[in-house]
């Protein structure tokens, strides 16, 4: 049952709790000083875009590609993305666990399954789906939930 004081404690150190933007922040050591400073993250203000190394902006450029369930979600067209997962569906069907897949099999199963993230914000196509304002959207989202397993 809670008490009063465990109360008090937890409502002060909410109310002491600052909003960070992280997206302007970089977090680079922690903070470890003596018993009346406040250990944490310490938070430095990113460096202007001037600064930037090539490395970072070459990064941003190595977004993974969108597979053909990824397209299917965004055009919004259902019978392509259950052809899609049937596909896929056969493609698991016909590949046992025992069995050493040949050069053959691989060049012919899809690279892709229902979990592979694509796009810059690394998302499967379900996040795609849930995301969707298309009127197929609900569709779309029970195809991939029920018949990608």
Aim: aromatic letters at 2%; glycine letters at 6%; proline letters at 7%.
């Amino acid at each position: 049952r809670p008490i009063l004081e465990g109360a008090t404690i937890a409502l002060e150190c909410l109310l002491s709790c600052g909003i960070v933007n992280v997206d302007s922040l970089r977090v680079s050591t922690v903070v470890d000083g003596g018993d009346d400073d406040i250990k944490g993250p310490a938070v430095e203000e990113k460096k202007s875009k001037e600064s930037d190394t090539p490395e970072e902006s070459e990064e941003k450029d190595d977004d993974p590609p969108l597979t053909p369930l990824h397209e299917a979600v965004i055009e919004g067209d259902l019978s392509k993305l259950m052809e899609l997962l049937t596909i896929l569906e056969e493609v698991e069907e016909n590949t046992n666990v025992d069995d050493v897949a040949t050069a053959e099999e691989n060049a012919e199963s899809p690279s892709y399954d229902v979990n592979t993230q694509g796009g810059p914000d690394h998302q499967t196509p379900l996040h795609f789906a849930s995301a969707s304002n298309h009127q197929n959207a609900p569709s779309l989202l029970n195809a991939l939930l029920i018949n990608g397993h």
